[in-house]
T-cell receptor, first 113, second 114 residues
Framework: DAGITQSPRHKVTETGTPVTLRCHQT?????MYWYRQDPGHGLRLIHY???????DKGEVSDGYSVSRSKTEDFLLTLESATSSQTSVYFC????????????FGSGTRLTVV | DQQVKQNSPSLSVQEGRISILNCDYT??????FLWYKKYPAEGPTFLIS?????DKNEDGRFTVFLNKSAKHLSLHIVPSQPGDSAVYFC?????????????FGTGTRLKVLA
């Protein structure tokens, strides 16, 4: 989607290395989310942010940290990558709380070898 | 524990026929539901929504039905087209009593045969 971009689109990394994925939005939306998609599990929430420097954990947050120093950027860091973190990662943005759906980015395919 | 379940991993339908995708949930506090469609190598895109105060919402070929007593919703696509072939996710959220975060199901892969 034009208002939200993820980088990189693909990455291969070695076990034990730190990895940072970036989500950038131009919509000035307050809420940003990181999900991972895995076969048999659908989309699972890792972390989300409800404002600059305001973040909270999702259902699968172990091994991940996030930072949001600007409205437009939401970073997801795998502190020490493991093979179980091989996945497709999606960032999403939301206009606000309430009855707004999410707009998703195109995803980052991460492979940990 | 999966609060939103899509028990059919895949579904094949003939072009022009009806596609029915099902979704069950366990949390009675969910009050808003969405369906997303996802093509390979792309992010999910919003399709249709329904509030718990309604039992049906229609948008063109897409209709979502909600049965609150059964904690069940379904997405009907009529008529199905080859371009509808994708993975469909349902999602649910709690309203003012919750955090508005959406919980997603595991997805159903729809294949529309020409």
């Amino acid at each position: 989607d034009a208002g939200i971009t993820q980088s990189p689109r693909h990455k291969v990394t070695e076990t034990g290395t730190p990895v940072t994925l970036r989500c950038h939005q131009t919509e000035n939306h307050r809420y940003m989310y990181w999900y991972r998609q895995d076969p048999g599990h659908g989309l699972r929430l890792i972390h989300y942010s409800y404002g600059v420097k305001d973040t909270d954990k999702g259902e699968v947050s172990d091994g991940y940290s996030v930072s949001r120093s600007k409205t437009e950027d939401f970073l997801l860091t795998l502190e020490s990558a493991t093979s179980s973190q091989t996945s497709v990662y999606f960032c999403a943005i939301s206009e606000g709380q309430g009855r707004h759906g999410y707009t998703f980015g195109s995803g980052t395919r991460l492979t940990v070898v | 524990d999966q609060q939103v379940k899509q028990n059919s991993p895949s579904l094949s339908v003939q072009e022009g026929r009806i596609s029915i995708l099902n979704c069950d949930y366990t949390n009675s506090m969910f009050d808003y539901f969405l369906w997303y469609k996802k093509y390979p190598a792309e992010g999910p895109t919003f399709l249709i929504s329904i509030s718990s105060i309604k039992d049906k919402n229609e948008d063109g070929r897409f209709t979502v039905f909600l049965n609150k007593s059964a904690k069940h919703l379904s997405l009907h696509i009529v008529p199905s087209q080859p371009g509808d072939s994708a993975v469909y996710f349902c999602a649910a959220s709690e309203g003012p009593s919750g955090t508005y975060k959406y919980i997603f199901g595991t997805g159903t892969r729809l294949k529309v045969l020409a």
